[in-house]
């Protein structure tokens, strides 16, 4: 079965600092991984995927995140926050078997502080 | 144009009536998702369609009745709905279901309210 698991439900970071999500997933296949981002009342939008190529992805908003099969994780991250990227980010990840299912993580509040 | 559209935003009933959710996409996508997201937590598949036929009922209550009408919409009939029914109600669309590198693009959700 395929879990996913984002390691802190909160993170609190100063406008100008670096960001980092931390997401750590099981499976017994090659998974695809997505972050994605919602605001308040908003729906979700895409920040970044990973699908077995490059293991260094880049994403929306100065994001990018590394894919680190030996860890089993796919850590967000950002070298400077901005006020506007306070917000609900949550990991996902999908399997080519389960037949659209995805399985997300409970999710990470962003909060930065001016 | 990458765009799901929802329509109602906002929604309140009461445990008696009948009402539906609309989305619509004109990617092209042939998959089409319903989750339901309640505050502070992540959303919940409810419903996945696949070239209009329903794939996925993730063991749904009938009070929620999905449609499918063409591959561009997707419809949510509600009907004699629980005060804990109230949450945030998304709809998504893929190119396929069933591939994990397809993304998913949601629409802004409706905001329904059962009282």
């Known amino acids: 079965a395929q879990s996913v698991t984002q390691l802190d439900s909160h993170v609190s970071v100063s406008e100008g600092t670096p960001v980092l999500l931390r997401c750590n997933y099981s499976s017994s296949y090659s998974p695809s991984l997505f972050w994605y981002v919602q605001h308040p009342n908003k729906g979700l939008q895409l920040l970044l995927k990973?699908?077995?190529?490059?293991?260094l992805v880049k994403g929306i908003n100065g994001f990018e995140a590394e894919f680190k099969k030996s860890e089993t994780s796919f850590h967000l991250t950002k070298p400077s926050a901005h006020m506007s990227d306070a917000a609900e980010y949550f990991c996902v990840v999908t399997f080519n078997t389960n037949a659209g299912k995805s399985t997300f993580g409970d999710g990470t509040t962003l909060t930065v502080k001016p | 144009d990458t765009e799901v559209t929802q329509t109602p935003k906002h929604l309140v009933m009461g445990m008696t009536n009948k009402k539906s959710l609309k989305c619509e996409q004109h990617m092209g996508h042939r998959a089409m998702y319903w989750y339901k997201q309640k505050a502070k937590k992540p959303p919940e598949l409810m419903f996945v369609y696949s070239y209009e036929k329903l794939s996925i009922n993730e063991s749904v209550p009938s009070r929620f009745s999905p449609e499918c009408p063409n591959s561009s919409l997707l419809n949510l009939h509600l009907h004699a709905l629980q005060p804990e029914d109230s949450a945030l109600y998304l709809c998504?669309?893929?190119?396929?279901?069933?591939?994990?590198?397809?993304?998913?693009?949601f629409g802004p959700g409706t905001r329904l309210t059962v009282l």
């Open positions: 998504a669309s893929s190119q396929k279901a069933g591939w994990g590198t397809d993304t998913q693009y």
């Open positions: 990973y699908t077995s190529a490059a293991t």
